[in-house]
């Protein structure tokens, strides 16, 4: 009970640093041409900037599906190495504004939501970055476990470019 009381405290308390500012800062504008269900599932988070929420995880996954009302469940999992468990978080996210362009909000409990703005994206779909409020958030998502070094550089070059401090990314073990 008491371990159900502290992941749920948690969770709150990573939610409402994570929606404070729902809005993305004036440079990091989403791309459009999006297509979500290109977008649709399983992302490997490569890299991140550190926060509560997701302190300590590695292995960590982001997995999109459509749901019956045509917003998106999201799942986002990853491993705690310290105590050897799993963790799940379950929300669910929708579009920002128009269904062409890559920015979302995504909510992990009730009506808070945060924004979730895919700034560089491939033409394949396999490779990710996002933003999100202000320029404390910022993922490196692939579709595989690993990417290549080439790859790695222009995102990290985008991130840049948009203003972000890259030297205080995790690199995430999967």
């Known amino acids: 009970m008491l371990r159900t009381f502290k992941l749920f405290f948690m969770a709150i308390t990573g939610i409402i640093s994570f929606t404070a500012c729902a809005k993305t800062p004036p440079s990091t504008n989403a791309i459009s041409d999006f297509e979500l269900q290109k977008y649709l599932g399983t992302w490997y988070e490569v890299a991140r900037f550190d926060h509560s929420f997701e302190r300590g995880l590695s292995n960590v996954t982001a997995t ?16 705690k190495t310290k105590s050897n468990t799993w963790s799940e978080s379950v929300g669910k996210a929708k579009f920002a504004g128009d269904k062409n362009i890559g920015s979302l909000k995504v ?16 033409n394949e779909y396999k490779y990710s970055l996002v933003v999100s409020s202000g320029f404390d958030y910022l993922w490196l998502l692939s579709r595989q476990k690993t990417i290549p070094e080439d790859i790695k550089k222009a995102y990290l070059q985008k991130a840049q470019e948009l203003g972000f401090d890259t030297e205080k990314l995790i690199w995430v073990k999967q």
């Open 64 to 79: 999109y599906s459509l749901r019956p009302d045509g917003n998106v469940k999201v799942v986002n999992r990853g491993f």
């Open 107 to 122: 909510s992990f409990f009730g009506p808070f939501y945060g924004a979730y703005n895919i700034v560089k994206l491939d």
